[in-house]
């Protein structure tokens, strides 16, 4: 007799890199008519986008109905088809048709975070570091080369909505304030006069 199985649950499991994946199967065995769950070997296989079998990634269950997979195994922004069949120990040639789960990863987004909080009061003499590189994307944590930064700066006063040290003569903007394309900007002492006020505002993407 050729074993059933099915994957419990949801047959769609949407969710994100950093969330571990489990699913649980269940396959039984009709013997004289009642079905029987012992003497059965369960196989999984993942599927990337359905298509591309992806042998590197085993599940880390040491139960075999079960399909565990660590935080950050997979790939954000895409999805996966896990399969599974079950064969009779005694007689492996007979297996079941595949059940199969469909795992959706989303994107999580951006963390963004400028140390030292969201408002700075400094002296003209004093120098200014802003300071973004705990910025990450929640879905690569650990990887920041694939991350690009932007930063703008706008004056609030004494001339609100203009770029910081543009003037309206300036159709160069040599004037304006010179501002790099990495998660740390540093200015010296002097940059900033005493009675300005200015707006910074930062962006990261992938």
């Given at each position: ?19 571990a ?20 070997v ?124 543009a003037?309206?003569?300036?159709v ?6 010179s ?24 962006q990261?993407?992938?």
């Amino acid at each position: 007799t050729v074993p059933t199985i099915s994957i419990t649950g949801s047959q769609t499991v949407d969710t994100y890199r950093s969330n571990a994946i489990s699913l649980f199967a269940s396959a039984s065995v009709l013997v004289c008519g009642v079905p029987m769950d012992s003497g059965i070997v369960y196989k999984w296989l993942i599927y990337h986008k359905g298509a591309q079998l992806v042998s590197s990634i085993v599940s880390t269950s040491l139960d075999p109905r079960q399909f565990r997979l660590s935080a950050y195994t997979l790939e954000a922004n895409t999805f996966y088809v896990a399969q599974v069949t079950a064969a009779l120990f005694d007689a492996p040639t007979i297996v079941s048709a595949p059940a199969t789960a469909t795992i959706v990863l989303g994107l999580s987004g951006m963390e963004v975070s400028i140390s030292g909080g969201s408002a700075r009061t400094i002296v003209s003499t004093s120098s200014l570091t802003l300071d973004a590189s705990a910025s990450r994307d929640l879905d690569y944590p650990e990887d920041k080369s694939i991350l690009s930064y932007s930063w703008s700066c706008i004056e609030v006063k004494p001339t609100y909505g203009q770029g910081c040290y543009a003037t309206d003569d300036d159709v160069t903007n040599s004037n304006e304030l010179s501002l790099g394309n990495s998660a740390l900007l540093n200015f010296a002492a002097g940059t900033f006069s005493r009675s300005e006020e200015v707006t910074f505002e930062f962006q990261v993407a992938v």
